[in-house]
């Protein structure tokens, strides 16, 4: 979760704060680590609704997730970034599906259609693992942001897909959370606290999680696409990543931002191309 990604949750956080006597009372850490992992439901839901496709509903440790499917090739499974819906990745679709792919499209847990308040990495990860148990092995997957560590993640954890594009892709899960406590106002003995609520509600240690300690060990084909302007995460992030896993290809973009790459022909014709080699 990036740092700066966070940002717009920062003002709830500090409305938990309260001047008394001119003294800021700062939110407790179990408060802070309760808003690092609630997401945000997107002002204006906007469901992605694929050409004669049919919903799902599957069963996983972190409840029901809801998916979309169409088409009959091999599976890409479409995976958007935190606060984020289904509707992020919608203009990859139609040309996977031209292209003889069959598409499914994930909430996260805690997103869109999918149940749950709160949620992690790890805990996406685990929900995804599941969602791939059910319905086959993955051809490929494109993620963008966290939805890019929610992959890594779970193929660490043994997901079986064989392609991998990470768009925006973001590296280093502690740091990120070190940096919403700052913000936050949490000292150094506090973050410590922060940290470690998290770790005990999400089942892993919010420190160990990192995209570029879990690269070294993934094997799958991997195509990272991030852009140069991007303020949300810094392309170094990708770049680091890309850097030690094996065989892995960076694609570095100008001008797109953090989410215009997800509408970009150019993103989208090269993510499919790399998916569809030799499929």
Avoid at 11 to 16: A, G, P, R, W, Y
Avoid at 51 to 75: K, M, Y
Avoid at 161 to 182: I, M, T
Avoid at 197 to 219: K, M
């Amino acid at each position: 979760m990036a740092a700066r990604s966070l940002t717009k949750n920062m003002m709830d956080i500090m409305q938990m704060s309260t001047m008394i006597d001119a003294n800021v009372v700062r939110p407790h850490p179990e408060q802070v680590a309760r808003a690092f992992l609630t997401p945000r439901r997107p002002p204006q839901r906007e469901p992605l609704t694929l050409e004669s496709g049919e919903a799902l509903r599957i069963a996983t440790p972190e409840g029901e997730v809801a998916l979309q499917r169409a088409g009959s090739g091999p599976a890409v499974l479409l995976l958007h970034g935190w606060e984020g819906q289904a509707s992020d990745l919608a203009a990859f679709a139609p040309p996977l599906l031209d292209a003889g792919f069959s598409v499914l499209a994930m909430d996260l847990p805690a997103h869109g259609d999918s149940a749950g308040r709160q949620t992690s990495i790890p805990q996406c990860a685990r929900a995804l693992r599941a969602v791939g148990e059910a319905i086959g092995p993955l051809h490929a997957v494109i993620a963008h942001s966290i939805g890019s560590a929610v992959l890594a993640e779970a193929l660490y954890a043994g997901l079986v897909a064989q392609r991998a594009v990470l768009v925006s892709a973001p590296a280093h899960y502690g740091r990120h959370a070190r940096g919403f406590a700052a913000a936050a106002g949490l000292d150094g003995e506090a973050t410590e606290a922060m940290l470690a609520s998290i770790s005990s509600a999400v089942g892993a240690d919010v420190r160990e999680i990192s995209l570029p300690r879990r690269a070294p060990q993934l094997r799958q084909w991997a195509l990272f696409i991030h852009s140069a302007d991007d303020r949300v995460v810094a392309i170094e992030e990708s770049l680091d990543s890309a850097s030690v896993w094996p065989g892995a290809r960076h694609m570095r973009v100008e001008g797109l931002g953090h989410r215009r790459l997800l509408g970009n022909p150019a993103v989208i014709a090269a993510a499919i191309d790399f998916v569809a080699i030799n499929h």
